[in-house]
């Protein structure tokens, strides 16, 4: 499947997601992108389903950002924002989810898939497992401002910097020690740890969890500026045509900061 699959699975209250791309890293295409939405739509909508657990393919990697390969067509800054339009309406639809929802994160959790480990509720991670955003160093691209508030939220604005101006990649222990995951465990206990979250918050009072699900993505949310002005000016400058350029060539981009 070179397109990759998102799969959902519900077991009793738990409903499982599936990033399906592991030869891939699980980096997401647009098709996968659709399928999460639908499953989002479909979960939601679902009263049987208390808690969405979302997981990467593999075992090597949650999701390793957009697939790169797609940017290539784009032309213009427009493509950009109509791209980061794209990725946030996925994300706001995940993050409305009325239950808890935990990422399982073995590996790489890069880009769009920081994202979408960030706008679950609860992580948990594997020893070794490292979160990033390194665009400074790959595509001369940028974040939606929601995006970055996102960060900004898990991980104060300190953090956020290292994490987009300095293309620093994060490890477990610093996300844990942070307070971004609940836990991190050796691979052999994941599946363990992951069902023992998945059935603590099963067992919780639903209306609690989803009235408090909304006032904190309210807070999050409100009074964001206008920004598209920034997403225009990087994807549609030289450096991020050459940082695409050069991540599908497997060579360094050569930055000219125009």
């Given amino acids: 499947m070179p397109d990759g699959a998102v799969h959902l699975v519900v077991d009793g209250a738990i409903a499982s997601v599936t990033f399906d791309r592991p030869e891939a890293r699980n980096a997401m295409t647009w098709a996968m992108y659709e399928q999460l939405q639908a499953i989002c739509v479909r979960v939601r909508n679902d009263d049987s389903v208390r808690v969405v657990r979302f997981r990467g393919a593999g075992g090597e990697s949650f999701v390793a950002g957009t697939d790169i390969a797609q940017f290539q067509s784009f032309a213009t800054g427009e ?3 109509a791209y980061e339009r794209r990725i946030d309406a996925c994300i706001a639809l995940l993050e ?4 808890p929802t935990v990422a399982v994160v073995e590996g790489w959790a890069v880009g769009g898939g920081f994202a979408i480990a960030t706008a679950c509720d609860f992580r948990i991670a594997t020893t070794g497992t490292k979160f990033g955003v ?3 160093r790959t595509l001369g691209n940028c974040l939606s401002i929601s995006n970055v508030a996102g960060l900004v939220a898990a991980f104060g604005r300190p953090r956020a910097q290292r994490l987009l101006l300095l293309s620093e990649m994060l490890a477990a ?7 971004y995951l609940v836990d991190v465990v050796a691979a052999s206990e994941i599946d363990a740890a992951a069902e023992r979250l998945c059935q603590k918050l099963a067992a919780l009072a639903p209306v609690t969890q989803a009235v408090s699900k909304e006032a904190l993505n309210r807070l999050l949310r409100r009074s964001l500026p206008e920004a598209e002005d920034l997403i ?9 045509r ?3 350029q050069a991540f599908v060539a497997k060579r360094p981009a050569a930055w000219k900061g125009r």
């Fill in 232 to 240: 225009r000016r990087a994807y549609g400058s030289e450096d991020f």
């Fill in 173 to 179: 222990d610093e996300a844990l020690a942070a307070g």
């Fill in 96 to 99: 409305s989810l009325p239950m």
């Fill in 242 to 244: 050459e940082g695409v």
């Fill in 134 to 136: 390194p665009i400074a």
């Fill in 79 to 81: 493509d950009g924002v």
